[in-house]
């Protein structure tokens, strides 16, 4: 287990609370499950990059159904926001792992 984690990593999948709780609330189906660990993910982050970024990709994905013209214009502008957060998050991360590799050395 790591500083970042509060639940042990080698559980296996099948046996994960979290992912337990969210086929449940998503009645077992794949997208709803997946929207339903997007919202949770995007409620626990707030503003902060990771949180925007599960927002964006609740727009862009079709995890909703969309009604009108309007909403697939969103959700194209939201596809924009995933690529932006998810370079954002990347960088920022690859920076911290490059330099804790060095102090490591």
């Not at 009108?68 to 991360?93: I, M, S």
Request: one cysteine or more.
């Amino acid at each position: 287990m790591t500083l970042h984690s509060t639940f042990p990593h080698h559980i296996p999948r099948a046996c994960d609370p979290v992912l337990t709780a969210a086929q449940l609330a998503g009645n077992g189906n794949r997208k709803s499950v997946s929207a339903r660990l997007l919202e949770a993910l995007s409620l626990h982050e707030g503003d902060s990059d990771l949180g925007q970024l599960a927002d964006a990709i609740l727009s862009a994905g079709d995890f909703y159904a969309r009604r009108d013209r309007e909403e697939y214009e969103d959700a194209a502008h939201a596809c924009e926001n995933v690529t932006g957060y998810a370079e954002r998050l990347a960088d920022e991360w690859r920076l911290e792992a490059e330099s804790m590799a060095e102090v490591m050395q």
